[in-house]
């Protein structure tokens, strides 16, 4: 379960002493931490708690939220990954660095297990604003020992993006070395790699060519190659990728949407 670090107004009366279950989880939490839960575990914890007090006078009652008015609150806030998504687009927007913030709400999206459908990954060019994990270049020269620390990208000169074609299963990524005087491209095709009607969703890239562009000189590069990786989430604005073996996530924005969002990152 995800806590955030944020202060954000509880579930219980205001006035009460909010103890821990039976099960070492608290019963009575805040919003945020409400919806994380339910969108990790679908359901709520059975189990018998105790702690939760109010004291008004002498009197003593039981004040913190059931699971059923918990669950009710949960769902009048809509769904917890579309109120993610909604809040990493306002902290863009703000120009925020808060990396371990929009960490947490990352973490909201890798367990959404949305429906999939192979029509949003379009769209054009998305830009990566987020990414945790080694980089490609740690991958090789110090595999296993670069910490998985989260990395806001999105005001970085050196973008990086890809553009997804679902009518052929094309895809395009590039990535920027020297602002927009060196630019790598890599192209080949996807394939989505199961039957599964829900996310995670697991794709297979093959690389086939690329080219390095440099002060307007266009240099072919024999790059080849196979990789496999997870569709976590994508809606109309973002999407998140992850590769699991290697512990890596790539959080991505649609390129016109974040010039709109933010239009220091075009």
């Known amino acids: 379960?995800?806590?955030?670090?944020?202060?954000?107004?509880?579930?219980?009366t205001p006035g009460?002493?909010?103890?821990t279950s039976f099960t070492s989880r608290p019963i009575c939490t805040s919003p945020l931490t409400a919806v994380q839960y339910a969108g990790a575990s679908r359901t709520l914890p059975?189990?018998?708690?105790?702690?939760?007090?109010?004291?008004?006078?002498n009197a003593v009652k039981p004040a913190c939220a059931s699971p059923i008015q918990q669950?009710?609150?949960?769902?009048?806030?809509?769904?917890?990954?579309?109120?993610?998504?909604?809040?990493?687009?306002?902290?863009?927007?703000?120009?925020?660095?808060?990396?371990?913030?929009?960490?947490q709400l990352?973490?909201?999206l890798l367990a959404s297990e949305l429906p999939f459908k192979e029509s949003s990954l379009g769209g054009g060019e998305w830009q990566v604003v987020y990414t945790r994990g080694a980089l490609l270049w740690q991958?090789?020269?110090?595999?296993?020992?670069?910490?998985?620390?989260?990395?806001?990208?999105?005001?970085?000169?050196?973008?990086?993006?890809?553009?997804?074609?679902?009518?052929?299963?094309?895809?395009?990524?590039?990535?920027?070395?020297?602002?927009?005087?060196?630019?790598?491209?890599?192209?080949?095709?996807?394939?989505?790699?199961d039957t599964a009607t829900n996310l995670p969703k697991l794709v297979k890239a093959n690389i086939s060519g690329g080219h390095v562009?440099?002060?307007?000189?266009?240099?072919?590069?024999?790059?080849s190659g196979t990789g496999f990786f997870s569709v976590m989430y994508?809606?109309?604005?973002?999407?998140?990728?992850?590769?699991?073996?290697?512990?890596?996530?790539?959080?991505?924005?649609?390129?016109?949407k974040l010039r709109q969002l933010n239009p220091q990152s075009s």
């Open 106 to 108: 990352v973490d909201v």
């Open 71 to 103: 669950l009710q609150h949960i769902f009048s806030l809509g769904s917890p990954a579309k109120s993610a998504s909604k809040e990493m687009q306002a902290m863009i927007q703000a120009v925020s660095d808060d990396a371990e913030r929009f960490g």
């Open 213 to 223: 562009v440099a002060w307007g000189r266009r240099i072919p590069l024999p790059i």
């Open 139 to 193: 991958q090789l020269t110090a595999p296993g020992q670069v910490k998985s620390t989260g990395r806001l990208s999105y005001k970085s000169k050196r973008k990086a993006g890809q553009d997804f074609s679902p009518s052929d299963r094309l895809v395009l990524n590039k990535g920027e070395l020297l602002g927009s005087h060196v630019v790598i491209t890599a192209s080949g095709t996807y394939e989505p790699q």
């Open 234 to 256: 994508v809606d109309d604005t973002v999407r998140v990728f992850s590769d699991q073996k290697k512990g890596t996530v790539s959080v991505q924005i649609r390129a016109d």
């Open 1 to 12: 379960m995800v806590t955030s670090a944020m202060p954000v107004a509880g579930l219980c």
């Open 16 to 19: 009460t002493r909010c103890g």
């Open 46 to 57: 059975k189990t018998h708690h105790r702690g939760c007090i109010s004291r008004r006078g």
